[in-house]
């Protein structure tokens, strides 16, 4: 059986740098990456570590990988899809990004209390929970989509404190 996957030196007929260039820009044809992600893609390739920093930092020169805007996509793509900041962060922070750049990244996300709001009540209805088995129901719902406490305290309403 053949495999999909060809040898680095395979890979265009280059050697060196280049040939770990041409794969990255392989792999950013197909969809973006963060700098972390690529480096991952391209170790697991077989490529040494030293051609994969140079064609990073020469990715990183044309613009062609930007970690903010990665980080911008994968936020708007998200929050979208109904995904609160915590499971964001997460994501991101598994994706190798800098935490200085996913708290600016979420620090300029759409209002999360709102979209907590929205979540619930495209799931649930927009009545608010009456019972506390609902309530807690849809705490653990918005808990696991990411959002922080004084987001859910937002979507169930004000008498609903999930820390007690």
């Not at 920093?53 to 990183?60: E, G, K, N, T, W």
């Not at 600016?104 to 209390?113: N, Q, R």
Request: charged share 30%.
């Amino acid at each position: 059986m053949l495999s999909r996957k060809r040898a680095p030196e395979a890979a265009g007929g280059q050697s060196g740098s280049a040939s770990a260039y041409a794969a990255a820009v392989s792999l950013l044809a197909r969809r973006d990456y963060a700098s972390g992600e690529l480096t991952e893609k391209l170790r697991e390739r077989g490529f040494p570590a030293e051609e994969i920093s140079q064609a990073v930092v020469d990715l990183r020169e044309r613009r062609l990988l930007d970690d903010q805007r990665y980080a911008g996509n994968f936020l708007s793509y998200r929050a979208a899809r109904g995904q609160g900041p915590a499971r964001i962060r997460r994501d991101l922070e598994a994706a190798g990004l800098t935490p200085e750049l996913i708290s600016a990244t979420l620090a300029a996300g759409p209002d999360w209390a709102a979209l907590a709001r929205k979540v619930r009540a495209t799931r649930f209805g927009a009545e608010p929970p009456v019972a506390w088995h609902e309530k807690a129901q849809q705490s653990r719902f918005l808990h696991y989509r990411g959002f922080s406490a004084d987001h859910i305290r937002s979507a169930l309403g004000p008498d609903f404190d999930p820390d007690s």
